[in-house]
């Protein structure tokens, strides 16, 4: 008996775990209490910084039982990146606790992003019986607004703006209760503390409805457009199915052609739409709750007018309570656009949103949950089972990579799409996206985003990153900031940041498709290959240089492209850009004549909206690439055949001529070849000069790890063409998958870039 008691006490432990990660606003505090109890482990768990540490005692096995139990099986939010254990003297505790949260100033933290609404908490609002049966701010440690409500660290409720709200005994118990789903569930509140729903008339009057989600069904379902308040910002809706209301809206919202994402009730009413695989459905109903680009099946359930000239639209699922319940009384598709004018930032204040938005909507659901940071909707589609980051916001950030940064970095993106990185303790942290800066607006929210993030991490950088464009309005900002600063090429920055998530750091060859950026020849660049690594790069291959005509005017006029590349190939004919005025057409020639406000450019971008122009598919844009977009979506894919193309080695540089791509195409436009057939040969076209040139490179510079980046790789039939030749010749491809192809990217990519300048890595 006695050596059983001793044997008994030699087996007790004492260990002390910290868990790094996103790890707090989680419910991982009360998950941790509950397992200790089931195990019998005594000690406590913390906050501490953005860490969760826990102090545990209790015999060997149990102790092994709880530990895989939490950190194998952790709260399904819990995003787990270090686990760190060592071992304690035993004093024997003889109770588990939740100690009140401590703050580290030196150590990462992980900011927790907004999440979609849970099971249990949407059971909530549809029981009837439930105290919160209705209630649109319903949320738990599953779910509910995060990144968005946060005003500072640690998370906890005083730290957001629901600190203005004080909880109700009732929510409070729940609060304070560690057995309960809501305990530290920070934005906690039911009807009678919480905030409310509102319906004010287009210019803000109150027009005090009693059953605000009743009202605003019926203004939709009688065609109206209403202006709803969500979790990141505003939406403005209306009923998808009303081809009038979207002409409405597509009006006043002075958005002709660009697709509107749409909501709907659930995933049977989606798979109804569209083609949908495992692997999507799965990204539709996560909790991130992405918009998922899906292919369109043949139906009538939609007017073209939601996307129009498009094999896809942007569909997502309800991740709100206010969605799920509006989705009542035969609703069952709203579209719902963010809530700005074409090219401005997101809505998501009350006051501005009536000063803004109140042309476009005829009433706003509004409520008084302040959005302390606006966050867009984002947008993913997946390419091979996997997914793709197009729009990288709501759900996906803040985003937090380790790349072993050793300096203190903001790095500032570029302008159209923009994002903004900063690196702490190693760590890489990437914004939300931030749209096109040339607005003014969006260029404040910017502003505000990272002054927003710099006091959330309380972040002080000493290296400001951004790109070489002097005009850009982010190297404007970057300009003033104190600090030293590193000027970054803009597709070293495209390759750079594909190179990121991929872990890569030798050499690699780059192939950079692009619109434009600017050159470290002063020259606008977009068609590149580069050879190099995170600290630096030659440009060893490019499209030959064609010089537009009109300046910006030309990038949303695809027809003065067109000309200025017949120009520079002589082609004479009357028979091209039939339907652009004539006067038009000899000022424009005048001027490339004369070398009048022209640029040259090596960017394929152009090419591709040069073709889009021939085809007569798109002569003028209202949104960014929609000709290149088109051309692709007319495609017929079972074409096989391509063009001629002329790559010459000039000084060590291989340059891709495009005249004979030019000459075949308006040889088939005059043979009268269906333009599908055309867009598919010249994308073919692109693929194998492409795959030739990165095999004559690798030859060249010994280098098989290939990265392919920039804009133009949102085509996804140029990418997964190029990827499978690429693949089966025993290359290493690497595209971005999480981190956007687009300029979205761009800020990691200076990120890391500017890391490796200052490291001397
Ligand atoms: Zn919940
Ligand atoms: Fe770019």
Redesign the pocket.
Known sequence: MKRLITKEKSSKRRYFVKIFGVVQGVGYRPYVYNQAIIFNIKGFVSNHGSSLVIDIEGECKDIKGFLIKIIKTPPSLAVIKKVKVTSKDYIGSKEFHIKSSSSDKNEIKFIAADVA??P??IRDIFDETNPRYQYVF???????PRYSIIKSLPYDRINTIMETFKMCPVCNKEYSDPTN?RFH?QPNCCPSCGPSLKVLTSYGEDLLKCNPIIDTINYIKQGKIVGIKGLGGFHLSCDAKNEKSIEILRNRKNRPHKPLAIMVKDIETAKRLCFISEEEEKVLLSNKRPIVLLRKKDSNILPKSIAPNLNKIGIMLPYTPLHYLLFQNNISHLVMTSGNMSGESIQYKNDKAIKYLGNIVDYFLIHNREINISVEDSVVKLVNGEEIVVRRARGYTPFAINIKAKHNILALGAEQKSTFSLSQNGYAYISQYLGDLKDFDSYNTYKKAIRNLMDLLDFKPNIIAYDLHPYYLSSKYGDNQIGKKVLIQHHHAHMVSCMVEHNLSKQVIGVVFDGTGLGNDGKIWGGEFLVGNKKDFIRVGHFKYVAIQGGDKAIKQPWRIALSYLHSIKYESNNILKAIDEDKINMVKQALDNNINCYETSSIGRLFDCVAALLNIRHEITYDAQGAIELENIMDVSIKEDYDYLIKEINGVHQIYYEDILLGILKDIDKGVRTSNISTKFHNTIGNLTIDLVNKLSKKYGIKDIVLSGGVFGNEYLLTYILNELNKKDFNVYYNKQIPTNDSGISLGQLAIANSIEGNE
């Open positions: 609404t849970c249990d908490c319903t949320n738990c440690t599953s779910c509910g789903r569930a």
